[in-house]
């Protein structure tokens, strides 16, 4: 059913600030106008990474790291929830997997 999928990818780079950025999102048109059962599970699974993520982003939270680690597991359970991976994967596994 998807007719097109238009990936619009955004970043920015400012090594003397510390600043990196990136922002991709996908838009897909579907022929009926509107997500399918399979889209709409994936698309509010990463919504709710998205907003627990941003949770942490406050002054004094944890660092760019411990957030791109928190992500990674967040996916990776989501993921998990989806029956995409293997819900008995270890939280190293799990990690890797949400690398990909």
């Given at each position: 059913?998807?007719?097109?999928?238009?990936?619009?990818?955004?970043?920015?780079?400012?090594?003397?600030?510390?600043?990196?950025?990136?922002?991709?999102?996908?838009?897909?048109?579907?022929?009926?106008?509107?997500?399918?059962?399979?889209?709409?599970?994936?698309?509010?699974?990463?919504?709710?990474?998205?907003?627990?993520?941003?949770?942490?982003?406050?002054?004094?939270?944890?660092?760019?790291?411990d957030?791109?680690?928190?992500?990674?597991?967040?996916?990776?359970?989501?993921?998990?929830?989806?029956?995409?991976v293997?819900?008995?994967?270890?939280s190293?596994?799990?990690?890797?997997?949400?690398?990909?």
């Amino acid at each position: 059913m998807v007719k097109s999928v238009n990936r619009i990818s955004a970043g920015s780079c400012r090594p003397c600030l510390h600043v990196f950025g990136d922002v991709v999102e996908c838009i897909i048109l579907l022929h009926v106008g509107r997500f399918s059962r399979h889209q709409r599970e994936i698309y509010e699974a990463l919504l709710e990474v998205q907003d627990a993520c941003m949770q942490f982003v406050y002054p004094g939270s944890l660092t760019l790291n411990d957030i791109y680690n928190e992500m990674l597991m967040l996916l990776g359970r989501q993921l998990q929830r989806l029956g995409v991976v293997p819900k008995e994967l270890s939280s190293t596994d799990l990690q890797k997997v949400s690398m990909v």
